[in-house]
């Protein structure tokens, strides 16, 4: 078992009957949603999924698990979902994939979001690593760019694999892919990008993580973070 | 010549040969519009347009004011638009329209933003005599309201004027008109409305206006704010 599966069958292990569970999306998310539906097969473990894009939702249907829309929940109990960047204070970033808006709902509207990550992720400060994605309305895309640009902001849309197009988020948002320097707290940007018209949702989650979960040497530690 | 009027033809006289002039919507900014083009007719003032919404790209249009579009643009010289409500320190209550995104789009990427107003709308606190409306993404919209409503806001999604729909934006979201009481600042409830995430855009309109143009017994009169 590698250590992403580990990660995953821990989380699968803190799922109660009847818990209403968001399910992430990426290949971490995935050992959780089976994991999760092994148990329901194996335990007779009844619970609900609603799910943060449609890649997971389709996986999760085809392995027998219940599902709800987005649009039926006021809150759920739990969210599993990976991230890109952790801090220690467990500010993430995340949106590589095409449902950061989804994705940060959840996490908001979860009880308790618990982290699938791995040592690699541990960084400093968010953005170390990885671009902040920061999803835009079609119409705005040239504004928010000048605007960011302005705040110390180096990038650009974000292209498709092939190079030949511009990524389209499950919104019909542009994706604009920010780099900020050290100068930059994650709390600063996060607030920035927060009130910057234009601007549809970004990649750094604070404040929304309750725990994460990291393999060490075959063993789960969560971490649970300080100062958060 | 009425208030609406008086306000909007001193606002057409701020504009100087050669800016790129940001037009809002509705009754009042009709009139700006229609005292500008006069402007370009009788003086031979050199203008490029650049609209928040379609219809008042619609009215330029019809009056010759030669129009840019918003994706072409990185920055406004001036914007000139009306407000529902003003507060002392100039923050607004906009967005009772359809178009909101692209009005604090402008107001953010203008030089200075007059605002075109009358005694009616000075208000104590943003929320005063209109709820606040929240863009929110169609999927999203009832997690948004369940967390407003612990925030302790009330409201609802916006019906059409004819009670049998519900108001979809020009970017396909829907609005949700929320209350809330005096214990929110117009500055905490801005902040906490950009943290949620599935808000796509929300009213309040803080730190962007430059001046507020009222008449008076007859007089164009400029409020700069106190604290602002």
Do not use: C
Not at 35 to 51: C, D, K, P, Y
Not at 67 to 86: C, M
Not at 109 to 136: H, N, Q, T
């Amino acid at each position: 078992m590698n250590d992403k599966q580990l990660v995953a069958e821990y989380a699968a292990t803190q799922i109660q009957d009847g818990m209403l569970v968001g399910l992430g999306t990426g290949s971490t998310a995935n050992f959780f949603i089976e994991a999760l539906a092994r148990r329901q097969a194996e335990e007779g473990l009844r619970v609900t999924a609603v799910s943060s894009s449609t890649v997971s939702a389709v996986k999760a249907k085809s392995l027998g698990l219940p599902l709800v829309a987005l649009e039926q929940v006021e809150r759920i109990d739990l969210y599993i979902d990976g991230a890109d960047e952790v801090t220690p204070d467990l500010t993430l970033l995340k949106g590589r994939g095409y449902d950061l808006v989804r994705e940060k709902l959840l996490a908001r509207a979860a009880d308790r979001f618990l982290v699938l990550a791995d040592e690699s992720k541990r960084v400093g400060r968010i953005g170390e690593r990885y671009p902040v994605p920061v999803e835009v309305m079609p119409f705005a895309w040239a504004l928010v760019k000048h605007r960011l640009e302005n705040l110390g902001g180096k990038g650009g849309l974000r292209p498709t694999a092939a190079g030949d197009g511009l990524v389209v988020t499950s919104y019909g948002s542009l994706v604009l892919d920010m780099s900020f320097g050290p100068e930059w707290d994650s709390w600063a940007l996060d607030e920035a990008l927060n009130a910057t018209p234009g601007v549809v949702e970004h990649g750094i989650f604070r404040a929304l993580a309750s725990a994460v979960l990291i393999a060490v040497d075959g063993k789960v530690k969560e971490f649970t973070g300080e100062g958060a």
